[in-house]
């Protein structure tokens, strides 16, 4: 099984709003990763999780906030976001860091 | 610098009319190229990873190639449930960890 879940599925906030996406994964897997995607792009790394301890973070701003309570779950925590945001958010999990990268359906966020 | 680029852009098909999509890769050193399908709204879908030279995959209707510069996703008499856009991208050796550079995709269009 090669299953990641995420919720919501579609998301639409105000830009004082703070909310939650959640990825989760019980396929062992000890790296997980979420991306933004805008329409026609491909994705964009925005951080990196190996066993549960941040690795990278790819210069995303501090209004997003990701954890990673355990090694099966990965949020990203929302506030105070600009419509620029809005996007396909994507969380993806890999054995390792170096393995293959198996995607979850993705969260559509708009914000207004 | 580290690159990746697809072609075409978009392809349009009939049925049953094979072809072949682009992958081309400037990386300092390969560690992986990783083939993905993505429909619209989707997550991306996994459907090869390669790793060296002359390496080959396949999986139904598609096959996957891989040469020191480039690979090809051939898909043979397609049909309309194929058409999606197909995502190319590697992972380069001393890059961030799990960091993949993707292209831009090729859309592919199957006609009935």
């Known amino acids: 099984d090669t299953e990641v879940t995420q919720t919501p599925k579609h998301l639409v906030m105000g830009m004082t709003n703070k909310k939650s996406l959640k990825c989760e994964q019980h396929?062992?897997?000890?790296?997980m990763y979420w991306y933004k995607q805008k329409a026609k792009k491909p994705p964009e790394l925005m951080f990196v999780y190996s066993y549960e301890k941040l690795s990278i973070n790819e210069s995303v701003p501090s209004r997003f906030s990701p954890e990673c309570p355990n090694s099966s779950l990965l949020n990203l925590h929302l506030h105070a976001l600009q419509p620029e945001d809005s996007a396909l958010y994507l969380c993806a999990s890999s054995r390792q860091g170096a393995d293959t990268q198996y995607f979850g359906p993705g969260t559509r966020l708009t914000v207004l | 610098e580290d690159q990746v680029t697809q072609s075409p852009e978009a392809l349009r098909l009939q049925e049953g009319e094979s072809s072949s999509l682009n992958c081309s890769y400037t990386v300092s050193g390969l560690r992986g190229l990783f083939w993905y399908r993505q429909d619209p709204g989707k997550g991306p879908e996994f459907l090869f990873t390669?790793?060296?030279a002359g390496e080959e995959k396949e999986k139904e209707r598609l096959k996957a190639t891989l040469t020191k510069k480039e690979s090809f996703l051939h898909i043979t008499a397609p049909k309309p449930e194929d058409s999606a856009t197909y995502l190319c991208a590697v992972q380069a050796h001393g890059g961030s960890q799990g960091n993949l550079i993707f292209g831009k995709g090729t859309k592919l269009s199957v006609k009935p």
């Open positions: 390669l790793y060296s």
């Open positions: 396929m062992g897997h000890r790296a």
